[in-house]
């Protein structure tokens, strides 16, 4: 469908770092999985456009799809049919290889659950995107890496293991992590829902000051409160969006 501007969309996502918003384009996504139980759709016919920028929520009760949509997105995961663009990028069409450089550059991560690597300290986390997506020269990655634990609050911890850390902390030094390429777009599955409530009205004030620079936000969440404070909020039930708000 792209026609000859696939090798060059290809090309693109590989090429550099970004430095501008980037939008989102969801086009008839379906998502199916198999099992020994049969076939599960987790996505039906998904559309849904997010422009650059923008801080979109995406609600729904468990099972309803939410996280299988990020991963539409993000190029965790494949659809099954439908298309997903992200900028120029056809990520549905990228190669696994592809993804995991344009995935670097492009969408910083933060997980429910952390998932930073025990074995590194914060520093050392924060630091491993930068190795992997080539946005900073080695002498730079040690300083930019403190600087985004000094947003975070999180310097003094820098030399520590995640075990010896809160949840709270952990989540901090995530985001930290996630942003340490400087993505155009931060893709956030319930940021929040291991966090306390001062915690987590930190971490929302920092999404929302990121939307307020141009960077496009979508986060994940079951709290309908601050689903509310983001620009839009999009509902999603049984694989199919069928609400959206702003």
Same mark, same amino acid.
Request: net charge negative; with cysteine.
């Given at each position: 469908?792209?026609?000859?501007?696939?090798?060059?969309?290809?090309?693109?996502?590989?090429?550099?770092?970004?430095?501008?918003?980037?939008?989102? @384009?969801?086009?008839?996504? =379906?998502?199916?999985?198999?099992?020994a139980?049969? $076939?599960? /759709? #987790?996505?039906?016919? +998904?559309?849904l456009?997010?422009?650059?920028g923008?801080?979109?929520?995406?609600?729904?009760?468990?099972?309803?799809?939410?996280?299988?949509?990020?991963?539409?997105i993000?190029?965790?995961?494949r659809?099954?049919?439908?298309?997903?663009?992200?900028?120029?990028?056809?990520?549905?069409?990228?190669?696994?290889?592809?993804?995991a450089?344009?995935?670097? @550059?492009?969408?910083?991560? =933060?997980?429910?659950?952390?998932?930073?690597?025990? $074995?590194l /300290? #914060?520093?050392?986390? +924060?630091?491993?995107?930068?190795?992997?997506?080539?946005?900073?020269?080695?002498?730079?990655?040690?300083?930019?890496?403190?600087?985004?634990?000094?947003?975070?609050?999180?310097?003094?911890?820098?030399?520590?293991?995640?075990?010896?850390?809160?949840?709270?902390q952990?989540?901090?030094?995530a985001?930290?992590?996630?942003?340490?390429?400087?993505?155009?777009?931060?893709?956030?599955?319930?940021?929040?829902?291991?966090?306390?409530?001062k $915690?987590?009205?930190?971490?929302?004030q920092?999404?929302?000051?990121?939307?307020?620079?141009?960077?496009?936000?979508?986060?994940?969440?079951?709290?309908?409160?601050?689903a509310?404070?983001t620009?839009?909020?999009?509902?999603?039930?049984?694989?199919?969006?069928?609400n959206?708000?702003?």
């Amino acid at each position: 469908m792209f026609g000859s501007s696939l090798k060059r969309d290809r090309k693109n996502a590989l090429d550099g770092c970004y430095s501008d918003g980037q939008g989102i @384009r969801l086009q008839h996504v =379906v998502k199916t999985y198999q099992s020994a139980a049969g $076939t599960f /759709t #987790a996505l039906k016919g +998904v559309d849904l456009q997010v422009q650059p920028g923008e801080f979109v929520s995406i609600v729904g009760k468990s099972g309803s799809g939410k996280s299988t949509l990020i991963n539409m997105i993000t190029g965790i995961d494949r659809p099954t049919a439908g298309e997903v663009m992200v900028g120029d990028t056809p990520v549905h069409m990228l190669t696994e290889e592809q993804i995991a450089v344009w995935r670097g @550059r492009a969408i910083g991560i =933060v997980f429910q659950f952390f998932q930073l690597l025990p $074995t590194l /300290t #914060a520093i050392e986390n +924060v630091m491993l995107p930068m190795d992997y997506g080539g946005c900073f020269s080695q002498s730079e990655r040690p300083d930019r890496a403190m600087h985004l634990l000094e947003q975070m609050d999180m310097a003094a911890c820098a030399h520590e293991l995640p075990s010896s850390l809160s949840g709270g902390q952990q989540q901090s030094i995530a985001i930290a992590r996630a942003l340490a390429n400087d993505p155009p777009i931060l893709a956030a599955d319930e940021p929040t829902g291991n966090l306390d409530s001062k $915690t987590a009205e930190s971490v929302f004030q920092l999404f929302d000051d990121l939307a307020g620079r141009g960077k496009t936000i979508l986060m994940v969440t079951h709290d309908g409160e601050l689903a509310r404070r983001t620009g839009r909020t999009v509902l999603i039930a049984d694989g199919e969006i069928v609400n959206e708000t702003e």
